[in-house]
C-alpha cells in the first residue's frame, strides 16, 4: 500500500462479503411455528434452510430440534419445520425460529428428500 495513496491516513482495509441466502421462492404464504424452536447443541452450525425434526424419544432432549434424518429412531426421522437464519449451536442449545409453511427454492434446502415433502404439508417446493 502506497502511504500518500490516502493522504498519510490508513486505507479501506480488508474487505469482507457476505452471501444472503433466501430460501424462499415467494413471500407471500409463510409461517413460522409459533415459539420457534429449541436447537440442541452439539450439531455445530446449521445453516438457513436446514430441515429440522424434533426428539420424541424420552430423556433430557425430548422436545429439541436436531436436523432431519431420516434413518433416526429417536423422532427426527420426522421432518417438522425448516430453519429460519443460520444457529450456531456448538456450545449450547439455542432458541431460533422455524417456518411450518411457505413456498421454498427446494434447491437451497438441507436436508430435503421425498419422505420430506411429504411431511412438510403446508410447504410448496419449486
Do not use: H
Not at 37 to 60: E, F, H, P, S, Y
Not at 101 to 117: R, V, Y
Amino acid at each position: 500500500m502506497n502511504p500518500s495513496q490516502y493522504g498519510g491516513a490508513p486505507g479501506p482495509g480488508v474487505t469482507y462479503t457476505q452471501e444472503f441466502k433466501e430460501v424462499l421462492a415467494s413471500t407471500a404464504l409463510q409461517a413460522k411455528l409459533p415459539g420457534g424452536v429449541l436447537l440442541k447443541k452439539g450439531t455445530g452450525v446449521l445453516a438457513k434452510g436446514t430441515v429440522l425434526g424434533r426428539i420424541t424419544a424420552a430423556g433430557a432432549d425430548k422436545d429439541k430440534f436436531i436436523p432431519y434424518n431420516k434413518a433416526a429412531t429417536d423422532g427426527s426421522q420426522v421432518a417438522v419445520c425448516i430453519l429460519d437464519n443460520d444457529a450456531d449451536i456448538s456450545q449450547s442449545d439455542i432458541g431460533a425460529s422455524a417456518w411450518i409453511a411457505g413456498i421454498f427454492d427446494s434447491t437451497k434446502l438441507t436436508g430435503l428428500d421425498t419422505d420430506a415433502k411429504t411431511v412438510l404439508k403446508l410447504c410448496y417446493f419449486v
